[in-house]
């Protein structure tokens, strides 16, 4: 039986190129697109109906079924494309997600979005030093190979806000892994997100931050590898 694909899903102001190390040691085949406001579709205006549409349009140019794995932003757009686009979300891996959009991190992230969307260029550079630190070597600039776009901030807080990926979770019935790093701070309402899941599974990653789930790219394509194993086989 063929390998089931990977769509993997960026997180907010870089691209699909933050996936490159995992997509060189995955097995199953895979795509891992720009979302609007970002990279290729720097032009195109962010909103979440339009990430889900060029995540759908992704799994559909894959066969119509794909596993869908995301960090920070792109876990909280796979599960929105998981609950508007069931069929097509054979599995979903959700990582560095599981905080409630709103409060505390709302804020800091509009304050912050204001303040890169205002001056773009020195917050890039910024942006970029900061993910080199974090993760040296080949990962980290795998981050910023596709370029950084943090005047998108603004909107994509905006729309990361206005869902409930909570609910969203609770309208999909399909297999879910929650995936976060021990330390990373948007773990804080896992154990909500995990009792919405209808089929959902929860790990944590030791010594890892929120973006440092990504130190070991070896390790990420095995688990990848191994969900959509296991999502292939049920289906089978």
């Known amino acids: 039986m063929a390998d089931l694909p990977v769509v993997l899903v960026h997180g907010i102001r870089v691209t699909g190129s933050m996936w490159s190390p995992v997509r060189s040691l995955l097995r199953s ?25 060029v995540v759908a349009e992704c799994i559909a140019g894959l066969g119509g079924r794909a596993l869908v794995a995301g960090l920070s932003l792109g876990g909280y757009v796979g599960i929105a494309t998981a609950a ?9 891996v959700a990582i560095g997600c599981t905080a409630r959009p709103g409060g505390s991190f709302a804020r800091v992230y509009r304050l912050a979005g204001r303040l890169a969307a205002r001056y773009p260029a020195p917050a890039n550079r910024i942006s970029a ?48 892994w929650l995936v976060n790093g021990a330390r990373d701070p948007f773990r804080v309402n896992e154990i909500d997100f995990l009792r919405a899941c209808r089929n959902g ?31 292939r086989d049920r289906v089978a």
Request: charged share 20%; glycine share 12%.
């Open 129 to 176: 030093s900061g993910f080199r630190r974090a993760l040296p070597g080949p990962a980290g600039e795998a981050v910023v190979a596709g370029g950084l776009f943090c005047e998108v901030v603004p909107s994509v807080v905006e729309a990361v806000t206005s869902e409930d990926p909570v609910v969203s979770l609770a309208r999909y019935p399909g297999r879910v």
């Open 201 to 231: 599974s929860l790990t944590r990653i030791s010594g890892r931050g929120h973006l440092t789930v990504l130190a070991a790219p070896d390790r990420m394509a095995g688990f990848l590898d191994q969900a959509a194993d296991a999502v």
């Open 29 to 53: 085949p895979s795509a891992a697109p720009d979302l609007p406001g970002h990279g290729s579709l720097s032009g195109v205006p962010y909103d979440m109906d339009a990430a889900c549409d």
């Open 84 to 92: 508007r686009h069931p069929s097509m979300v054979a599995g979903l």
